[in-house]
Structures are given as structure tokens and as C-alpha cells.
């Protein structure tokens, strides 16, 4: 699984617009038949920066996703509306498929 998060920091006059704006790219990625997930939070701290957390099969899976005609799209609207270079982390997770549960908690009954 090649496994991916980045820091997007935006222009604040585009913060309120972003998730539409990264909306086609979001589903388009979602369909890839090599994609696992695609989820995007909003910073708790900073209004403007979001952040993707993405995963795919394989590495084949995401060079076809950086070469895609909706990729393409993204990078360049995207461009008129982050503050600065977004920052990643992409790794490969050797026998990954996707999220595994977290053994430290378990969910219980409220007191």
C-alpha cells in the first residue's frame, strides 16, 4: 500500500472554498480502481490548512493517479488557491490493504 497524507495551507480567502474546489478531484480519485482512501480534515488549530490522507494498492496505482486527467486538473486549480507548497509524507507499507483497528481501545457502554 503506498500511503500518503499532505498539509495543505491555503489562502484564507479560499478557506471557506476549498472542499467544493477539491470536490471532482475527491470523487474522481475515489473511483480509481487502485484507490483505497481519500479523506480530507480541517486543521483544528489553522483554519486555513487541510490536510488529505490518501492510500493506494500499489505503486502502479499511484502512478496512474498522478497521471490522470483529473490529477492534472487538480494540481493546476489548486495552484491559484494554496498560500505555499504543500508538504507530504508518502510511504510504502509492505502488506497493507487499507485501515487495521487500533488494539488500544475498545468501544464500551456510557456509565
Not at 91 to 105: F, H, K, L, N, S
Amino acid at each position: 500500500m503506498i500511503f500518503i497524507t499532505v498539509k495543505f495551507t491555503v489562502r484564507p480567502e479560499q478557506s471557506d472554498n476549498w472542499l467544493a474546489l477539491v470536490d471532482d478531484f475527491t470523487q474522481a480519485t475515489r473511483r480509481e480502481p487502485g484507490n483505497l482512501f481519500f479523506e480530507w480534515s480541517r486543521s483544528v488549530t489553522d483554519p486555513h490548512q487541510f490536510v488529505l490522507v490518501e492510500a493506494f494498492r500499489d505503486g502502479e496505482a499511484g502512478k496512474e493517479h498522478v497521471e490522470s486527467e483529473h490529477f492534472k486538473a487538480a494540481m493546476e486549480d489548486m495552484s491559484y488557491a494554496v498560500a505555499g507548497r504543500p508538504q507530504i509524507v508518502s510511504t510504502e507499507i509492505p502488506g497493507m490493504d487499507g485501515w487495521g483497528e487500533m488494539g488500544e481501545i475498545t468501544p464500551r457502554e456510557p456509565k
